[in-house]
């Protein structure tokens, strides 16, 4: 079975694209996603993302991104870089 | 899978026409997103793609992704398709229709295109109602839902397209709904490789017009309740629903016990063919029979000595 890494992901969510639907938190198991005051998706706990992509593959307007540390736009790939 | 999912949607999309128009939480963004992937995972190029739309909410999609595109006429994308099939046969050509657009106006295209076996992927949203014209009945609207034509309720028995594939002589059957993203683009890639008229029915959902007035006004609830309502074609999803959504809190590991017998047993279950209704193998498309048909009359025509006559 794959082995399960936690907070090592990053969450970006383009706000243009975004329409405040409310899938992406809704789909969340680990409760990563929250909603704020203008119903945008916000990510108070990132540190329980598993990487399932639930909330990327539920987006019907393709605004959230999941980025894995391996990916060249990851912020700590970056800082290795 | 390292290469990421939005990635491979912004190469296939015009990023000009985006955000699209469609409500917050429309599920046809999935189903976007859904044949991009099923034609990236192909390895099909942008250019060997058309996609052919009729008029309705589904009519947009074929202006928002980059493949060679038709919006046609109400009801005549099938028709246009098969046009466009023959003139350029080498082209893989998928049809997005919606269900008043394929069952009520386009509904002798689509019996047409099916009688004939076509080499079209049709691709036919479900949502049981008339959504950009401000949510009349359509012919799926269920029986004792409200629409805003049915304000005391439907009477009338919603149409089967499962039943009108099989009698239309369509190959290939699939059903799927918005909710269950992997199996949806796993379907289309299944229906792109098939030789004849494919056709995929997804269920959608429209919570703006027909949810508001049916008691789920919530994207979200919609969606979950379609676990719900495709239970009947599969056991293993009517297991799945029984399940709260989430199942721990915060921190805490999220798996079932995988060596259970409950868990076991569904993984048996698994490796079924689940969404495929039906599936006539060995069927010929129409396009490949046309053709060898036409060498056939050539090459008689050449042994009676009269060539291009």
């Known amino acids: 079975m794959t082995e399960i890494r936690h907070g090592v992901f990053d969450i970006r969510i383009d706000k243009n694209y975004c329409k405040a639907c409310g899938l992406c938190v809704a789909w969340c198991p680990q409760d990563v996603l929250a909603e704020d005051e203008e119903l945008y998706p916000i990510t108070p706990g990132l540190q329980n993302c598993i990487n399932c992509k639930l909330c990327e593959l539920h987006c019907p307007d393709f605004a959230i991104e999941i980025l894995p540390p391996e990916h060249p736009e990851h912020s700590k790939y970056k800082e290795a870089n | ?309």
Not at chain 2, 76 to 85: D, E, M, V, Y
Not at chain 2, 192 to 213: D, T
Not at chain 2, 239 to 255: D, F, I, M, Q, W
């Open chain 2, 1 to 309: 899978m390292t290469l990421q999912t939005s990635h491979i949607l912004r190469d296939y999309m015009r990023p000009e026409t985006l955000p699209t128009t469609w409500c917050a939480g429309c599920g046809l963004g999935i189903i976007m997103r859904s044949i991009v992937e099923a034609i990236h995972y192909q390895g099909l190029k942008k250019d060997d793609v058309a996609m052919v739309s009729g008029i309705g909410c589904t009519g947009r999609m074929s202006g928002y992704t980059d493949f060679n595109s038709i919006h046609t006429t109400h009801g005549r994308a099938p028709a246009f398709a098969t046009g466009l099939k023959l003139a350029r046969p080498d082209m893989q050509v998928i049809t997005i229709m919606g269900d008043g657009d394929a069952m009520s106006i386009g509904g002798n295209h689509l019996i047409s295109a099916m009688r004939r076996n076509m080499d079209i992927t049709a691709i036919v949203v479900n949502n049981s109602i008339y959504g950009l014209t401000g949510g009349q009945s359509s012919p799926t609207t269920p029986m004792d839902s409200r629409t805003t034509t049915a304000r005391h309720r439907t009477f009338e028995r919603p149409m089967n397209l499962e039943v009108l594939a099989r009698a239309g002589g369509a190959p290939f059957f699939a059903r799927a709904t918005v909710n269950h993203t992997a199996s949806l683009t796993k379907l289309i890639e299944r229906a792109l490789n098939i030789s004849g008229f494919a056709l995929v029915e997804i269920i959608s959902n429209c919570h703006v017009l027909y949810g508001k007035m049916n008691e789920q006004p919530v994207a979200s609830g919609m969606i979950a309740n379609m676990d719900k309502e495709t239970m009947r074609s599969n056991p293993l999803l009517k297991k799945r629903a029984s399940y709260p959504v989430r199942e721990t809190a915060t921190g805490k590991t999220y798996l079932r016990d995988s060596n259970s017998d409950a868990a076991q047993s569904s993984v048996a279950a698994d490796t079924k063919d689940r969404g495929v209704i039906f599936e006539n193998k060995g069927s010929v498309g129409f396009s490949r029979r046309y053709f060898s048909m036409l060498e056939n009359i050539r090459a008689q025509k050449e042994h009676a000595g009269r060539p291009d006559d």
